[in-house]
C-alpha cells in the first residue's frame, strides 16, 4: 500500500502543479496578446464547460482498460500542450483555449479514472488517508504553481510554461505505469450515453451514504462559489483592505485545506463519511459567519476554518463513491459525482455577484444558513436510520 501511495500522492503534486500554472498563465497570455480581458476570462470557461458532459466521459472509463486510459489521456495532453510552442501571435489565441479545452476533458477523465482506479490498487481502509493526502497536495501546489508559472512566463513568455506543463503529465503517465494493482481495474459493458448519466444518478440516489456526502459536498462547493463576490465586497467596500489581501485569504484557505487534508482520513475511519460530511459543512458554514465580523483578523480565521472544511466534505463525498460503488460502474458513477458537485458553481457564482447587491454579509449568512440547513437534513436522515442499498444493478 505504501509503494501505491506515494505514487499518487506524486502524480497529485505533478499534476496539480502543471496544470495550475499552465491555467493562470493561460489567462495571462491571452490577455496579453489580445489587450481583452473578457477574452481571457473565457479560458476559464473552456476549462470547466467539461464537466456538463462528465457522465458521457465516466461511461468511458467502464467500458475501456482503466489505467492504459489514464495514460494515454495524459500523453494526449502533453502533446497538446505543445502546440502552444507554435503561439506568437494573436491570429494563434485559439491555440491556448483549445488547450484549456483539452486540460478540462482531462480532468474530467482523469479525476473520475483515478477515483475508479484507487480501489484497484489500495485496500479499503487506506482509501480516505490517500484521498486526503491527495487533497492535501492539491491544495499545497494551489499555493506554489501560479508564483512559479507567473515568474517564468514573466522571465521566458508562454511557451516556457507550456514546456514545463507538458512534462508533467509525461512524468505522470509512467507514474501510472509504475503502480502496482492488487485487483484488475474491474470494467462492464458500456452502457450507451443516454444510459451513462442515467447509471450515474441512480446509483448515487439508491445509497444513503452516496446520497448524503455527495450532495453535502455540492452545495458546499456552490455556496462557495455563491460567497465569492461577497468576499470581495468585505475586503474591499466594507472593511476598506487593499485588494491584495485577498491573497491572504487565499493563502489562509490554503494552509487550512493542507491541515484539513492531513486528518480527513482517520475521521473518516472513525464517525464516517456522512459524518465527516456534516462537520465539514459546519465548518465552512462557520468559516462564512467568521467573515462576517467587521475584523480582519476574523476574515483570516474564517478562510482558515473554511479550508478545512470545503475539503472534508469533497474526500468524503469521493472516498464514499470508490467505496460504496460497484466496479463495473466506478467510472461513470464517479464522473457524475463530480459533476453533480461541481457543475451547479457555473451558477452560483453570478447568483452570488447579483446577491451582493443586497449586501455582503447578508449573503455570506445567507451560505451560511443554507448549509447548516443541509447538515441538519443529514443528521436528522441519518438518526431515522434510513435503510441503505448495498448495491445498484442498472440495466442494458
Partial sequence: MRR???????????????????????GIWILDLTGSASRAALAGLCVYAPQLIGPWLGGLLDRVPRRPLLIATNLVLAAVLLSLLTVHSPARTWLIFAVALAYGISYVLLDAGESALLPAALPANGLGDVNGWRSSAQEGMKLVAPLAGAGLYAWHGGPAVAVLSAAMPVVVAVLYAALRLTAPPATGPGARPGRSLRAGLAALAGERVLRVTVWLAALSIAVSGFATAAQYEVVTGE???????????????????????????????????????????????AG?????????????????IGGVG???????????????????????????????????????????????????RPTLLAGAAVCLGAAGVAVRSSRRGEPSVASVHIGG
Avoid at 489562509?252 to 456534516?278: C, D, E, F, H, K
Avoid at 475539503?311 to 464517479?334: C, I, N, S, Y
Fill in 4 to 26: 501505491n501511495a506515494v505514487l499518487f500522492v506524486a502524480i497529485s503534486v505533478l499534476s496539480g502543479f502543471g496544470s495550475t500554472a499552465m491555467s493562470l498563465v493561460a
Fill in 288 to 304: 462564512l459567519v467568521a467573515r462576517c465580523l467587521p475584523w480582519w483578523p476574523a476574515l483570516v480565521a474564517g478562510a482558515v
Fill in 239 to 285: 472593511l476598506g483592505l487593499a485588494a491584495t489581501f485577498l491573497g491572504v485569504l487565499l493563502s489562509a484557505q490554503g494552509a487550512g485545506s493542507i491541515a484539513g487534508g492531513l486528518v480527513v482520513g482517520r475521521l473518516l475511519a472513525g464517525p464516517g463519511g456522512p459524518a465527516v460530511g456534516v462537520i465539514g459543512t459546519a465548518l465552512f458554514a
Fill in 310 to 360: 470545503l475539503p472534508w466534505t469533497l474526500v468524503a463525498a469521493v472516498t464514499a463513491v470508490q467505496t460504496r460503488t460497484p466496479p463495473e460502474l466506478l467510472g461513470r458513477v464517479a464522473a457524475t459525482a463530480n459533476t453533480v458537485m461541481f457543475a451547479p458553481t457555473a451558477l452560483a457564482i453570478p447568483l452570488g455577484a447579483a446577491a451582493v447587491h443586497v449586501g455582503a
